[in-house]
């Protein structure tokens, strides 16, 4: 369309000049509160609603050429001022702003379904000091400025307050500048004289359809009164507003200026960061509240129980029949700020995790995720698009027909006595009382599975992070986790796991003496056998083996298993992960067959097999009386 400036629709007798960051509805707000007019009169003058036509809602992403040209003459502001004033601008760092016409009658934004709901364009939220101005005579007359970056919807906080943003009236709890009319701004049949920019523009009546009276009657509540006790922030303990603001920070960052976010350990760009920040909050969504796990010490996850809740409950019910689409998959983060907050969060904290962790976690929620209807076709249409490292991290666990959960991915979410300080990398004792047969894997590996899933118990984290606490990380990675998944085709024996793995935790909450394997773990872990202890031994199994030869070199050997064996008795650890013993340069597999030899000749029959059978039980007294010394302190 194009239009010219006529005379008698020239330029307007005063103007103002855009305050940072100002949206365009606000601009024409505070410039009718400036002239005395209607917003709607407003919009006529300055060329945004020729005639009757409304004012579509597509200006707030941006002005076609020649609207915007028509515009900064009649208002008097710069070219970059008008582009400044919508939110077009921030498309190149914001996919959801990346609208070509054509993606836009599609509701497809950078090409990705659905992306279009992650702007708010039927309402906003604010922050009441900023509406108040900064003090200055303008903006004491007109008040602050209502900021474009509060309609995106990871946007949450104030950074510059300290505060969660508002989203609706404190008086009518309508949403902020809603239209009544989803294809229009608010303001195209806005012809109210007089009320104030941050005054509360909603009709009184609750009907779907308001009168003609109504109309007449806003709300007129103030919103940038400050409500330091309904507000969303006088709810929210100080020490979790400290984390979420942080993260506000970067991503406002992200948005105003060229920013690199990390992600699983790698730097991308702002509109890469938010398409994966997308995937994550559909995922905590849709696998809630096996998501919860993945949770930091600091996040109210309550706020998103309530939130997932109405959602799905939402999505149960009918219209004329039919369901309502689930928003839990499909829709944007809520535009309530204190959901969206502990979900931005959330994801955020996934995201900043490294690539094995992350992996773990995310696999695990997608386990989950997968008896979601209508998640197979969210995954889809998302997974293009995310980085190569969120892609890497999700691959092995692509979408398959929807199927009950795993037993692993339903742990309780509990508070236990007992810590991974507790829990040993080889619980042989636990195992064998509670295990009669191994369900089809070798001993070692089933002790390995049950200690690190009574850690995810204990911590509430992802299985990768639970083997880290237990120094098992490079034996998970190479083969517990595929034998887990293999363990999972097992429904039965995968049951058998998991009630002896709840037995084993509520042995352990009734243990009145817990003992501390970490500690044990740490003094030994450049722990090397002394070598007069050594050498005691030595003499006592050549008195009473006078007729077994001793080789050159046989000591420094026994030195060496010797001490990887105490080490295991003491800590009850797995021999494919041994401590680092000081001035011996054997790798971790010659330290582990060195062990492995010596409790196979224990095995022998004849003088050599005695021999070795006596060094074993010596090995284990030795041990004893030192595990007794390292719990004493």
């Given at each position: 369309m194009t239009?010219t ?6 330029v307007?007798p005063?103007?103002l ?5 100002e949206?365009?509805p ?11 007019l209607?917003p709607?009169?407003v919009?006529?003058?300055t060329?945004?609603k020729p005639g009757n036509?409304?004012v579509p809602?597509?200006y707030?992403?941006?002005?076609p050429?020649?609207?915007a040209a ?8 710069s070219a ?7 939110l ?5 760092r914001?996919p959801a702003?990346d609208?070509t016409e054509e ?5 497809q934004a950078h090409?990705?379904r ?5 702007v708010?364009t039927?309402?906003?939220r604010?922050c009441?000091?900023c509406?108040?101005?900064?003090g200055s005579a303008i903006?004491q007359?007109h008040g ?6 509060w309609?995106l919807a990871p946007?949450?906080?104030c950074?510059?307050h300290?505060c ?11 949403p902020a500048?809603?239209?009544a009319r989803?294809?229009t701004?608010?303001l195209?049949?806005?012809?109210r004289v007089?009320?104030h920019?941050a005054q509360?523009?909603a009709p009184?009546?609750?009907r779907g ?7 007449a009657?806003p709300?007129?509540a ?5 409500n330091?006790t309904n ?5 929210i ?7 979420l603001l ?5 991503m406002?960052c992200l948005l105003?200026?060229?920013q690199?976010?990390?992600?699983l350990?790698?730097?991308?760009e702002?509109?890469?960061?938010f398409?994966d ?5 559909g995922l905590?969504?849709?696998s ?9 010490a600091w996040l109210t996850?309550e706020?998103i129980?309530?939130?997932?809740r109405?959602?799905h409950?939402l999505?149960?019910t009918?219209?004329n029949g039919?369901?309502?689409k ?9 535009v ?8 931005v969060?959330l994801?955020d904290h996934?995201?900043?995790?490294d690539p ?7 696999q695990g ?6 008896t979601?209807?209508?998640?197979h076709?969210f995954f889809?249409?998302?997974?293009p698009h995310?980085s190569?490292?969120v892609?890497?991290a999700i691959?092995p666990a692509r979408?398959?027909?929807s199927r009950a959960p795993?037993?692993l991915?339903?742990?309780p979410?509990k ?6 300080r ?14 009669p047969?191994?369900l089809?894997?070798?001993?070692e590996?089933?002790g390995r ?6 850690a995810?118990?204990?911590e ?5 992070a639970a083997a880290?606490m ?6 998970w990675?190479?083969s517990?986790?595929?034998d887990?998944r293999?363990?999972?085709s097992?429904p ?6 998991m ?7 509520d ?9 501390d394997y ?6 030994l ?5 002394p070598e007069?202890?050594?050498?005691r031994?030595?003499l006592?199994?050549?008195s ?9 070199g ?5 030195q060496r298993?010797?001490?990887v ?8 650890g797995?021999l494919?992960a041994?401590?680092?013993i000081?001035?011996?340069?054997q790798?971790?597999l010659q ?17 050599i ?7 074993i039980?010596?090995?284990h ?5 030192l595990?007794t010394?390292i719990d004493?302190?």
């Amino acid at each position: 369309m194009t239009s010219t400036v006529s005379s008698s629709r020239g330029v307007l007798p005063r103007s103002l000049t855009p305050l940072p960051q100002e949206h365009l509805p606000g601009f024409l707000l505070r410039l009718a509160h400036r002239l005395d007019l209607s917003p709607s009169r407003v919009a006529v003058l300055t060329g945004l609603k020729p005639g009757n036509k409304p004012v579509p809602f597509e200006y707030l992403l941006g002005l076609p050429p020649s609207a915007a040209a028509e515009f900064a003459h009649r208002t008097r502001v710069s070219a970059s001022e008008t582009a400044e004033l919508c939110l077009g601008s921030l498309g190149p760092r914001y996919p959801a702003l990346d609208l070509t016409e054509e993606r836009l009658l599609r509701r497809q934004a950078h090409g990705v379904r659905g992306m279009t709901r992650w702007v708010l364009t039927q309402s906003t939220r604010y922050c009441p000091r900023c509406l108040a101005g900064d003090g200055s005579a303008i903006q004491q007359a007109h008040g602050g400025a209502w900021q474009r970056l509060w309609r995106l919807a990871p946007v949450f906080a104030c950074t510059t307050h300290r505060c969660l943003l508002e989203h609706e009236c404190p008086r009518c709890h309508r949403p902020a500048q809603s239209s009544a009319r989803p294809s229009t701004l608010f303001l195209a049949y806005d012809q109210r004289v007089g009320l104030h920019p941050a005054q509360c523009r909603a009709p009184l009546s609750a009907r779907g359809r308001s009168s003609r009276r109504d109309r007449a009657r806003p709300c007129g509540a103030r919103l940038d009164r400050v409500n330091p006790t309904n507000g969303p922030t006088g709810t929210i303990a100080a020490n979790e507003l400290k984390h979420l603001l942080a993260i506000q920070h970067r991503m406002t960052c992200l948005l105003l200026g060229p920013q690199q976010a990390r992600c699983l350990g790698q730097l991308v760009e702002a509109g890469q960061y938010f398409l994966d920040l997308r995937l994550a909050i559909g995922l905590i969504r849709a696998s809630w509240p096996a998501a919860g796990q993945s949770a930091p010490a600091w996040l109210t996850t309550e706020v998103i129980d309530d939130h997932v809740r109405q959602q799905h409950d939402l999505a149960r019910t009918t219209s004329n029949g039919r369901h309502t689409k689930d928003m839990t998959l499909h829709g944007g983060p809520p535009v309530d700020t204190g959901a969206c907050a502990r979900l931005v969060g959330l994801a955020d904290h996934i995201l900043a995790q490294d690539p094995t962790t992350a992996s773990d976690w995310l696999q695990g929620m997608l386990d989950q995720a997968r008896t979601r209807p209508g998640w197979h076709a969210f995954f889809r249409a998302c997974l293009p698009h995310t980085s190569t490292a969120v892609r890497a991290a999700i691959t092995p666990a692509r979408p398959r027909a929807s199927r009950a959960p795993s037993p692993l991915t339903r742990l309780p979410r509990k508070v236990h006595r007992f810590t991974s300080r507790h829990i040993p990398q080889q619980p042989t004792a636990w195992v064998e009382r509670h295990f009669p047969a191994p369900l089809g894997m070798a001993p070692e590996v089933l002790g390995r599975i049950v200690a690190v899933s009574l850690a995810v118990q204990a911590e509430h984290c992802g299985r990768q992070a639970a083997a880290g606490m237990l120094g098992l990380t490079a034996v998970w990675q190479r083969s517990d986790r595929h034998d887990l998944r293999v363990l999972r085709s097992r429904p039965a024996d995968l049951e058998v796991l998991m009630a002896g793995i709840d037995a084993i935790a509520d042995d352990l909450d009734a243990c009145q003496r817990l003992i501390d394997y970490q500690r044990r773990r740490e003094v030994l872990s450049t722990w090397f056998m002394p070598e007069m202890d050594l050498r005691r031994l030595a003499l006592v199994l050549q008195s009473q083996h006078d007729d077994v030869p001793i080789t050159v070199g046989w000591e420094f050997d026994l030195q060496r298993a010797a001490s990887v064996l105490i080490w295991r008795e003491v800590t009850c650890g797995d021999l494919t992960a041994p401590p680092h013993i000081r001035d011996d340069q054997q790798t971790r597999l010659q330290r582990e067959q060195h062990a492995r030899d010596l409790l196979r000749k224990a095995q022998a029959d004849g003088e050599i097999g005695a021999l070795y059978r006596d060094l074993i039980g010596y090995l284990h007294l030795y041990a004893t009386f030192l595990a007794t010394a390292i719990d004493r302190g």
